[in-house]
């Protein structure tokens, strides 16, 4: 039997890449909440429930936790969203204000331009009369 990494019927589909995302996790579980009662709570339309679901799913297993625009809805922005989560999940935003701050200041200062590097090679072939 294969090895389950996340067994639970409450956090199984999100996949951490940020130990803040980690934590919030570990609050879902605690608190068993599913995707539907977390969204319900934050507020999203019951027609607006199955993207409501992806967002989450993917702010929780995004490594910048949604704040870096890559996925947005219009009920809330990327801050009101992680705001609005905190307060669902009863875990006190303040604390965890300054590592959300640093993840904002290491996206508006990260540099999009790859690196570029080349390759030079210098190769002597020496050929006998019996090689092609």
């Known amino acids: ?29 605690s608190l068993e909440l599913r995707p539907q009662d977390i969204v319900k709570q934050m507020g999203y339309p019951l027609k607006h429930t199955i993207p409501a679901y992806d967002r989450l799913r993917h702010v929780l297993s995004s490594k910048f936790l949604g704040l870096d625009g890559s996925y947005m809805d219009k009920h809330f922005t990327a801050d009101e969203f992680l705001a609005k989560l905190f307060a669902v999940l009863e875990i006190p935003y303040q604390p965890f204000a300054e590592d959300i701050a640093q993840i904002k200041y290491d996206l508006a200062n990260h540099s999009n331009t790859l690196p570029r590097y080349s390759l030079r090679a210098e190769v002597d072939f020496t050929f006998t009369s019996a090689d092609n």
């Open 1 to 29: 039997m294969s090895h389950i990494a996340n067994p639970s019927k409450y956090t199984r589909r999100y996949h951490p890449r940020h130990s803040l995302a980690q934590y919030i996790i570990n609050q879902i579980e």
